[in-house]
């Protein structure tokens, strides 16, 4: 298993940018598929974007499809998701997510794919 810790969230106006950080530890990063999903109060946990442990493998919701980019950095063991032209809706504790692929390319996208979580980071966007 991994340990995963986000950082980056805050405040922001709707329009502006973010950029999320999620460092991992305890295991081989490259073995892993990393996602990440946001949670709005009252809602579920909803998936956000993913990527496959070579990068080379990408998905988005639709609802941030050409808004948000999701990268990694294997040297590094982290991730990271850049979100830019922020709107209220967007508003939600974000989570980073691992799930094991080993040598497969793929980019899981179901919440039942993901075995480790770290703890959240909150993402407010004001109108």
């Known amino acids: 298993q991994v340990h995963l810790v986000e950082s980056g969230g805050g405040l922001v106006q709707a329009g502006g940018s973010l950029r999320l950080s999620c460092a991992a530890s305890?295991?081989?990063?490259?073995?892993?598929?990393m996602d990440w999903f946001r949670q709005a109060p009252g809602k579920e946990r909803e998936f956000v974007a993913a990527i496959s442990w070579s990068g080379n493998k990408t998905h988005y919701a639709d609802s941030v499809k050409g808004r948000f980019t999701i990268s990694r950095d294997n040297a590094r063991n982290t991730v990271s998701l850049q979100m830019n032209s922020l709107k209220p809706e967007d508003t939600a504790v974000y989570y980073c997510?691992?799930?094991?692929?080993?040598?497969?390319?793929?980019?899981?996208?179901?919440?039942?794919?993901?075995?480790?979580w770290g703890q959240g980071t909150q993402v407010t966007v004001s109108s």
């Open positions: 997510g691992a799930a094991w692929t080993a040598t497969f390319d793929i980019a899981p996208m179901g919440r039942a794919a993901v075995g480790s």
């Open positions: 305890g295991d081989d990063f490259s073995k892993y598929a």
